[in-house]
Structure formats: structure tokens, C-alpha cells
């Protein structure tokens, strides 16, 4: 290196030492600015969708974390004992987990009401939580909207208790199996009790059990306009979270549903669980299960 150079290096040096330093003075903004991809990375959360688990090895190539099945699909399938069999084995080869398992009750056993019938809801619960541990799957979902519609008439009080005192029996049951019972809030269109978190957590609250929690539904809350900042506000609640689009109930990027301002909502509660796409009806289920896990992605990347 000649002088020329050596100079012209020594006093790139100093002005680029000075510069530093002048920033660290100027406090953490500078820091930050240094450090922010370390710091702060892109929000990501566990993502799957409800299927069918003959569709394990799509979801896994698609990006899915997880599935979600329903109770009678999988634990409780309409051929018996020799289907569940079956089904367990098929999830010990796949080797694809079901976090979660969905209608937990058909409309014809009532939670509350004159018909309410809790012996038969507790044994069948204790079957679906038993079996749902022999899967290794963390949650089942209790929204089960047709079980638990208030008569007409019906004293709202007294359906209230029914309902938190079924729970209360079921509490020790999932505590007994290690899995998880999530209350989902249901729009008004599919039940007339337990319509929003707030109406959630009264029960979860009441039931005061580590094995009794929250599930936020971002489909069911759009339809009740219920704001992101519900999310914040119960969110130690919450456990596991479903979405869809709120006119039709379609995967994410069939109608560009805007869902940031809920899942900036899941990252300021710092919500690490699973986000399942949870429709009934596609036209494409493959074509439109992809690009709704690819449009969750970038949404989560966006807040």
C-alpha cells in the first residue's frame, strides 16, 4: 500500500468510527436499525387446515404444519371400533400429527335446556379425549353449536348454569387424558349462546380448569363484528385459532379477505399455537387449500 492510500484508508476509518459512535450516542433507534432482522422476524405461526386425513400428504407438501379432523371423521367414525382402528393406524404411518378434532357434539344431545342430557355427553367426551391422546393431538374443539341453542322461552340463566356446570364435569376429564378443551364462540347465524370471546370467557372463567380454554375464531368474529382488540384483550385465553372469509366461508385469497389487523392482534398476545383454515365447501379443495395457507403466509409476514 503506498502513503497516498494508507492516508485516504486512515481517514475512511476515522469518519466511519466517528459516525458510529455519533450514532450509539444518539440511543437504541440507531441499535435497532442495526439489529432489526435479528431482532425482530418475521411473525410465523404453526398453520394447517380441516380435512379429511386422506389429505395428510397434500397439506404437508403444501406447507401445513397439522390437520384438523372432526370427532366423527376420525375418532368416532360412523363404522366403529374397526374404522377408529384403522384411522390410528393410517396416523402412526403418515406420521402427519391432528392437533385438533371439531364437533365435539351432534345437535341431538343438548348441553342445556329441557332436554339436556350430561350422561350421555360426558361418556361420549371421555371416548373423544381417551382416543384423542392415543393420537397425540392437543385440543378438541367444544363449539357445537346445535347442542347448545337456548329454547325459545327458555330461562337464559338457567341454560347458562346447565351449560357451565356440563363443563365443570368434563374439566376433569380432559385434565384425566392431557387434552385440551377449547370453548369456540359461534356467530349468531349457527347458535344464540356463547357468541363472542367475551361470552367465552365467562365460561372458561367459571370452569377454572388448566384443561378448559379458548379457541378465537376469526370467521365467526368477523360475522359478529367483533374487533381484533378482543383477541388482545382475552388472549392469555386463547389456545388454538380457526379462520375463513366472512362472506361464504371460503379459504383466504378466494374473496382477498384483509386479516392483518387479527393477526397483529395474535402477535401483540405473542400467540405461538395453531391457525387452522376451517371451511366446508370448496370448489378446488387442493387448488384453494394451497393458496390459502400461501396468502396466511404473507399476511403473517406483513404484520
Do not use: W
Not at 459512535?21 to 435497532?32: M, R, S, Y
Not at 400429527?97 to 341431538?108: A, D, F, N, Q
Not at 371460503?250 to 387479527?262: H, L, M
Amino acid at each position: 500500500m503506498d502513503k497516498t492510500t494508507a492516508v485516504s484508508s486512515r481517514r475512511n476509518f476515522v469518519k466511519k468510527s466517528a459516525g458510529l459512535i455519533a450514532g450509539l450516542a444518539a440511543g437504541p433507534t440507531f441499535v435497532q436499525a442495526l439489529t432489526i432482522q435479528k431482532l425482530d422476524p418475521l411473525y410465523s405461526l404453526q398453520l394447517g387446515v380441516f380435512a379429511a386425513y386422506e389429505k395428510a400428504d397434500f397439506l404437508r407438501e403444501s406447507g401445513c404444519s397439522y390437520i384438523e379432523e372432526s370427532v366423527t371423521g376420525f375418532l368416532i367414525p360412523d363404522n366403529g371400533d374397526t374404522q377408529y382402528a384403522k384411522n390410528l393406524e393410517q396416523l402412526r404411518s403418515e406420521n402427519f400429527p391432528i392437533r385438533s378434532y371439531v364437533i365435539l357434539l351432534p345437535g341431538s344431545l343438548k348441553t342445556l335446556g329441557p332436554d339436556a342430557n350430561h350422561e350421555a355427553i360426558l361418556q361420549r367426551t371421555e371416548l373423544v379425549l381417551k382416543r384423542a391422546k392415543e393420537c397425540s393431538s392437543q385440543y378438541v374443539v367444544f363449539g357445537s353449536g346445535g347442542s347448545r341453542i337456548i329454547p325459545e322461552g327458555y330461562d337464559r340463566d338457567k341454560a347458562k348454569a346447565q351449560h357451565i356446570e356440563l363443563t365443570r364435569k368434563m374439566a376433569p376429564l380432559a385434565e384425566k387424558y392431557g387434552v385440551t378443551i377449547a370453548v369456540e364462540p359461534l356467530n349468531r347465524g349457527e347458535t344464540n349462546f356463547i357468541n363472542s370471546l367475551a361470552e367465552g370467557v365467562e365460561i372458561v372463567e367459571a370452569v377454572k380448569s388448566p384443561k378448559v380454554k379458548l379457541l378465537c375464531d376469526i370467521y365467526h368474529m368477523l360475522k359478529e363484528d367483533e374487533p381484533p382488540a378482543e383477541i388482545v384483550k382475552y388472549g392469555k385465553h386463547i389456545v388454538h385459532c380457526h379462520i375463513a372469509e366472512k362472506e361464504n366461508r371460503t379459504p383466504p385469497g378466494v374473496k382477498g379477505d384483509d386479516f392483518r389487523p387479527y393477526l397483529n392482534a395474535l402477535k401483540k398476545i405473542n400467540y405461538k399455537g395453531g391457525l387452522s383454515i376451517e371451511c366446508f365447501v370448496y370448489n378446488d379443495f387442493e387448488k384453494e387449500a394451497r393458496r390459502g395457507i400461501q396468502v396466511l403466509k404473507q399476511q403473517l409476514s406483513e404484520v
